[in-house]
C-alpha cells in the first residue's frame, strides 16, 4: 500500500490567518482526498483532489474556505482560510483503492486561538 | 452521510477478554467495508476488510462479520491487548466511488490491565 506523508503534524494559528497542509504519496496516484475530524467525531470528506482539474467538494464545504492544489500525482495541497476556533479539528489525507491500499496520512491538528 | 454526535461510545474490557464493537452502515449499495484503528495522535491505521460478498473474514486476532440484511458490521478482536486501545471506525465504500469512504461513528476500546 501507499506511504503517505503529512505536514505539518500539528499547529497552532491566529484566527483570520490560512494554514496549507501538505500531503506526498510515494506512489502515482490518481484521486487524492481530503478529511476533516473534528474533535470527538468521526471522519468527514471535505473533498477529492484529482491531477489536473478542479477538487470536488462535498456538501458543506467550498473552495473559498478549503482550497486544494493537485500539481501532480504525488502531492497535494489544503488551506484553511480565515480561520476560526470552529477550524479546530485534525486534517487528514488519503489515498483510496486498489493496490494503493485505503492509507491515510498521519493527520495535521490544527488548533485555531 | 456525516456521522453525527458529540461523544464516541466506549467499551471498556478485560485484558486477555474478547471485545466486539459494532457498526451500523448507510448505504445498502456498498460493497466493501473496512475496520480502521486510530490512536491518539496518529491517523486512521487499516485493520480488516470485507467484501459484500463475504459474511466473514478472519485475520490475526480480529474477525469481520458483516450482515448485509440490517446492514451491520462488527469487529471481534481476541483476546484483547492494553496495545488494542484505541478508536475504531468502520468505513464504507461502493463501485465507482474511486476511494471515497464513508466512515461510521467509531468506538473508544479502553482495555484494563
Known amino acids: 500500500s501507499a506511504v503517505i506523508s503529512q505536514k505539518p503534524s500539528r499547529d497552532i494559528c491566529q484566527r483570520g490567518t490560512s494554514l496549507t497542509i501538505q500531503c506526498q504519496v510515494d506512489?502515482?496516484?490518481?484521486?487524492m482526498f481530503w478529511y476533516r475530524q473534528q474533535p470527538g467525531q468521526s471522519l468527514t470528506l471535505i473533498a477529492t483532489?484529482?491531477?489536473?482539474?478542479?477538487?470536488?467538494?462535498e456538501s458543506g464545504f467550498v473552495i473559498d474556505k478549503f482550497p486544494i492544489s493537485r500539481p501532480n500525482l504525488t502531492f497535494s495541497t489544503l488551506t484553511v482560510s480565515n480561520m476560526s476556533p470552529e477550524d479546530s479539528s485534525i486534517y487528514l489525507c488519503s489515498v483510496g483503492g486498489g493496490h494503493y491500499g485505503y492509507t491515510f496520512g498521519s493527520g495535521t491538528r490544527l488548533t485555531v486561538v | 452521510g456525516e456521522s453525527v454526535g458529540l461523544h464516541l461510545p466506549t467499551l471498556s474490557v478485560q485484558e486477555g477478554d474478547n471485545s466486539i464493537i459494532n457498526c451500523a452502515y448507510s448505504n445498502s449499495a456498498s460493497d466493501y467495508f473496512i475496520w480502521y484503528k486510530q490512536e491518539s495522535g496518529k491517523g486512521p491505521q487499516f485493520i480488516i476488510d470485507?467484501?459484500?460478498?463475504?459474511d466473514k473474514r478472519q485475520g490475526q486476532r480480529v474477525t469481520v462479520l458483516l450482515n448485509k440484511t440490517v446492514k451491520h458490521l462488527s469487529l471481534q478482536i481476541a483476546a484483547t491487548q492494553p496495545g488494542d486501545s484505541a478508536v475504531y471506525f468502520c468505513a464504507e465504500t461502493y463501485y465507482n466511488q474511486g476511494g471515497k469512504l464513508i466512515f461510521g461513528q467509531g468506538t473508544e476500546l479502553s482495555v484494563k490491565p
Open positions: 483532489a484529482n491531477q489536473g482539474s478542479e477538487a470536488t467538494y
Open positions: 470485507i467484501r459484500s460478498n463475504m
Open positions: 506512489s502515482q496516484v490518481t484521486m
